[in-house]
T-cell receptor, first 117, second 112 residues
């Protein structure tokens, strides 16, 4: 079974530029998550999708971050304009259903590492 | 106060040592407790999960949960260099959208 795919793996941009990250979850997984992991910290949830609807985006900085999940499969996370403090690894994860995360069924991609100069 | 507190380490031990990793939490609604392992430049992967209080063993790994103290532990017996990674505790409740809250992670180095 293929895992969660993310691209690009690495991105370096100047502050105030824009960047987009792409995620393809495990086939058949209804729930998709974007996490931000700053160096030395644990993953922090940015947004959660159930199929193509947003379930939780309470911690998404909506003035600069946006995300969509078209057709309930692939997802894109965009940052515009980027700030220095956005330097982090952006992890995409998927789970079969929302409640399966209770037993740890949260499958992560390898992440997209963003450096903002 | 953070919902989940975890000492970031680093923790360095010799091969074969018993490793103890710990987290504390403040939200008494948490019922499900997980440990994820994250190798450098990789995403986290699930090691074990435990429901409510008690112990759970899987090979060289044992997870313990003490809900009365809001304290969870992961023990690694006969540690190996391949265990060198960051260990993230995580927890969630059966309410509030099933949001998983992660600790900061403890970096572990096992020296051969």
């Amino acid at each position: 079974e293929a895992g969660v795919a993310q691209s690009p793996r690495y991105k370096i941009i100047e502050k105030r530029q824009s960047v987009a990250f792409w995620c393809n979850p495990i086939s058949g997984h209804a729930t998709l998550y974007w996490y931000q992991q700053i160096l030395g910290q644990g993953p922090k949830l940015l947004i959660q999708f159930q199929n193509n609807g947003v379930v939780d985006d309470s911690q998404l900085p909506k003035d600069r971050f946006s995300a969509e999940r078209l057709k309930g499969v692939d997802s894109t996370l965009k940052i515009q304009p980027a700030k220095l403090e956005d330097s982090a690894v952006y992890l995409c994860a998927s789970s079969p259903r929302r409640e399966t995360v209770l037993t740890g069924e949260l499958f992560f991609g390898e992440g997209s590492r963003l450096t903002v100069l | 106060q953070k919902e989940v507190e975890q000492d970031p380490g680093p923790l360095s031990v010799p091969e074969g040592a018993i490793v103890s990793l710990n987290c504390t939490y403040s939200n008494s609604a948490f019922q499900y407790f997980m440990w994820y392992r994250q190798y450098s430049r990789k995403g986290p992967e699930l090691l074990m999960y435990t429901y409510s209080s008690g112990n759970k063993e899987d090979g060289r790994f044992t997870a313990q949960v003490d809900k009365s103290s809001k304290y969870i532990s992961l023990f690694i017996r006969d540690s190996q260099p391949s265990d060198s990674a960051t260990y993230l505790c995580a927890m969630t409740a059966n309410t509030g959208g099933f949001k998983t809250i992660f600790g900061a992670g403890t970096r572990l180095f096992v020296k051969a």
